[in-house]
């Protein structure tokens, strides 16, 4: 499963409030779900909050959480091998899909009003279940960023090879139109008469 890459980024951001329904606002307190990843650590990926379409899990070691003083971080390896997991790399990769939601249980929470007319929901302790890879998702601050195998990476960053920059000269060299190359042999003729190299 390696192979896949990794999709990343922040299921929530303590910053971000989201609209819930044009009837209130929802934040999150940065230690909301603290004492819930100790409790209940196997956290699942979904597809789109499907529980029949599963992408990772932290019992599997395929997916990774962690809150940070941002928000709530996370890593995703999703199975190259499978047909979701697939579709998941696909589409993250290409920009179609690049946020995420989560689905959690709200163990405790705190009502104030910010000005006359919206009313602020700040979830203290909630229980998380799940994130997914969404289209729609109800705090637009997340994200899901994708990022090549460690292999893939690699190859394309190596220096390459003497052999392999000459093999790429001559490529080049023999993709020139003859008509070309004939006008570059003639200047480079007659820079070098004009310096005596050549008669």
Excluded: C
Excluded at 96 to 107: K, T
Excluded at 154 to 170: G, L, T
């Amino acid at each position: 499963m390696s192979d896949a890459g990794i999709i990343s980024g922040y299921a929530i951001k303590w910053s971000d409030r989201a609209d819930v329904g044009g009837y209130f606002l929802e934040q999150f307190d940065p230690q909301a779900f603290d004492e819930s990843l100790i409790d209940n650590p196997d956290i699942v990926a979904l597809w789109s909050h499907q529980d029949d379409r599963p992408l990772g899990r932290v019992s599997n070691r395929t997916l990774r959480i962690k809150p940070d003083a941002v928000g709530l971080w996370y890593t995703l390896v999703p199975d190259a091998t499978s047909p979701d997991g697939q579709e998941a790399i696909a589409s993250v990769r290409s920009g179609l899909v690049h946020q995420v939601s989560i689905g959690f249980w709200v163990d405790k929470e705190e009502w104030t009003w910010i000005d006359d007319e919206t009313l602020l929901r700040v979830v203290n302790r909630a229980e998380l279940k799940e994130l997914s890879l969404v289209t729609w998702p109800a705090y637009q601050d997340t994200s899901a960023n994708y990022a090549a195998p460690v292999a893939a990476r690699a190859a394309q960053s190596a220096p390459k090879s003497v052999a392999s920059r000459r093999a790429e000269m001559e490529m080049k060299f023999r993709s020139m139109p003859v008509t070309n190359h004939q006008a570059a042999k003639r200047r480079i003729e007659a820079k070098m008469r004009a310096k005596g190299i050549l008669k």
